[in-house]
């Protein structure tokens, strides 16, 4: 995933100390009193997980118990770490955080326990529209959204003033470079080779109305992308004209989201896109001294620009969602454990104290979240406008190519490199050809 790792704030330090009293707890109970010990492989963040894990473990009466063990902190190695122990049939694989892209390559051979239809529906009632699509294979419902996340477009009211932008009304990529250029500011963008390429070429097509997969349940060999289009070409065109024209400044080739976010931050920031991360560190930067108040007080934000006016935008996605591993020898208290996890209520508070946005439509309904995060509302608009990376059990062979076509973006030819692209994608799945 591209998100950035979490950034510890004041945020964070009302769950820190209930934090650290669940590992006590979960360490000094479980398997003597009796309870099945579930456990949930997590992925790194501020804490969250684990108080959640103490709470349902406290309401389970029980039941059952449940214990954290945690991922790697990058995508990819966690990705390896599950896919090797599902493989191997590992029963300890209760619960798992998954990102969503992991979804269709554990599901389609089967490494997750079926979710009951009675959980599902549950579970994704008020599931906002964006996040349920990144939980189903094979229109089946086979993961359960935790929490989603998704990229605003943030910007600096001065320099939007400046370049007489109407930031109320629809906003296109042409207008943040022809701004940028015009100001002579940079813009924030992730152009190291990375998640985040394929994150951003993915929204760009989304964007316009198209996929870059035709079929995505296709077998490897007849798997087609369709990059060599009009779609592909215009999102080309948008790494090659910022690359090119210096608009995401001189070290766009290593910048990942939280230098994006220092360069937004600087004397020439104007216009980034980025996870709603950056809210929270911008504001613990001015309470630790490091960032002057002027700055927050000029930034603002707005939905995902869109590719042509008049045209909805399709912010990224992200998130995590749950798994059963097939496994399990506990799948039905695993499923009433995740029941607990994903409730509004929980997910409202590991908002509040972790930062990362819900998936329950009604979890941002409590008043806290606007007080905290004034943007939540776009926030929440942009989740259900979203769209998933390209769901197959083949992302990462895709994702990888993606990366080496589309980076860095100078090298990007609007007319060669989206052909190109499905070529050596096609010859990758085929076997044809090495990553």
């Known amino acids: 995933m591209t998100e950035p790792r979490q950034i510890p704030t004041k945020l964070a330090l009302r769950g820190a100390g209930a ?21 949930w492989y997590i992925n790194p963040d501020d804490g969250g997980q684990r108080v959640i894990a103490e709470q349902c473990t406290e309401e389970a009466d029980g039941e059952y118990e449940i214990r954290t063990s945690l991922l790697p902190a ?4 966690q990705r390896e770490q599950l896919a090797r122990r599902l493989a191997a049939g590992d029963s300890s694989l209760d619960i798992m955080s998954l990102d969503p ?21 549950r579970t994704t009632e008020d599931t906002l529209e964006g996040s349920l699509q990144s939980a189903i294979w094979d229109d089946e419902i086979v993961s359960i959204p935790f929490w989603a996340n998704t990229q605003l477009l943030w910007y600096r009211e001065s320099v939007a003033e400046e370049a007489g932008l109407d930031m109320e009304g629809e906003v296109t990529w042409d207008d943040i470079m022809e701004a940028a250029e015009s100001t002579d500011t940079y813009l924030g963008v992730h152009g190291v080779r990375g998640e985040s390429i394929s ?15 035709e079929d995505p349940q296709a077998p490897a060999e007849e798997l087609e992308t369709s990059l060599d289009s009009e779609a592909g070409q215009q999102a080309a065109e948008v790494f090659s004209t910022i690359g090119e024209e210096g608009l995401g400044g001189p070290g766009i080739s290593s910048m990942d989201e939280e230098q994006a976010m220092r360069l937004f931050q600087g ?11 950056i809210w929270a560190a911008t504001n613990a930067a001015v309470e630790e001294g490091t960032l002057d108040q002027e700055v927050l007080d000029d930034i603002a ?16 996605l992200g998130g995590i969602n749950l798994g059963v591993g097939a496994d399990s020898e506990h799948q039905d208290l695993a499923y009433d454990a995740v029941e607990c996890i994903v409730s509004p209520e929980r997910q409202t508070e590991y908002f509040l104290t972790n930062g990362n946005p819900p998936s329950s439509e009604a979890a941002f309904e409590d008043p806290a979240i606007a007080e905290e995060f004034p943007m939540a509302d776009d926030i929440r608009e942009a989740i259900d406008n979203g769209a998933p990376r390209p769901q197959t059990p083949f992302y990462n062979e895709i ?14 030819d609007p007319e060669t490199t989206p052909g190109t692209a499905d070529e050596h994608i096609g010859e990758v799945l085929r076997g044809e050809r090495l990553l």
């Open 74 to 77: 990058d995508a990819p190695s």
């Open 19 to 39: 934090a650290s009293a669940a590992m006590l707890l979960l360490t000094g109970c479980g398997a003597d009193d009796g309870a099945p010990v579930l456990t």
């Open 199 to 213: 994150v951003w070429i993915n929204a760009l097509v989304e964007s316009q109305g198209e996929s870059i997969l």
């Open 301 to 316: 934000w707005t939905q995902y620009p869109q590719m042509e006016e008049g045209t909805p935008t399709a912010p990224p």
């Open 399 to 412: 994702s990888e190519t993606l990366q080496d076509q589309f980076s860095p973006l100078s090298g990007v």
């Open 267 to 277: 004397d020439n920031g104007s216009f980034m896109v980025n996870w709603p991360f």
């Open 101 to 121: 892209v992991f979804v269709p390559e554990f599901a389609e051979p089967d490494f997750l326990a079926p979710v009951p239809d009675d959980v599902a529906e």
